[in-house]
Nanobody, 123 residues
Framework: QVQLIESGGGLVQPGGSLRLSCAAS????????VGWFRQAPGKEPVLVAT????????VYADSVKGRFTISRDNARNSVYLQMNSLKPEDTAVYYC????????????????WGQGTQVTVSS
């Protein structure tokens, strides 16, 4: 019954923008930490951004700082990843995830996962 559903991925040219959404059912993001991971083919998922519960400051991977923004909309029980100035290196499957842990930075820290949405940055 717990579901995290990502959406908003697709094809975009370098320099473009995408806004990924993650809607939750069966749980609330309000008191959970949330994160976005991305996984390139044949690679392990890596953290892109995380925003812990308790209104802590978000943490971003160095590769996306200044370009990506993680946010929440508690009324819609959703989290978002605004991605600007996209680069081909950003191409990956993006996953949203949630955790009961106060701080979480690796995949094992997260116990709820979405199905992923493909982001392809290419001319």
């Amino acid at each position: 019954q717990v579901q995290l559903i990502e959406s908003g991925g697709g094809l975009v040219q370098p320099g473009g923008s995408l806004r990924l959404s993650c809607a939750a059912s069966g749980l609330t993001f309000n008191n959970l930490g949330v994160g976005w991971f991305r996984q390139a083919p044949g690679k392990e998922p890596v953290l892109v951004a995380t925003n812990s519960w308790g209104d802590r400051s978000p943490v971003y991977a160095d590769s996306v700082k200044g370009r990506f923004t993680i946010s929440r909309d508690n009324a819609r029980n959703s989290v978002y990843l605004q991605m600007n100035s996209l680069k081909p290196e950003d191409t990956a499957v993006y996953y949203c995830a949630a955790t009961v842990r106060a701080r979480a930075f690796k995949t094992d820290d997260y116990n709820y996962w979405g199905q992923g949405t493909q982001v392809t940055v290419s001319s």
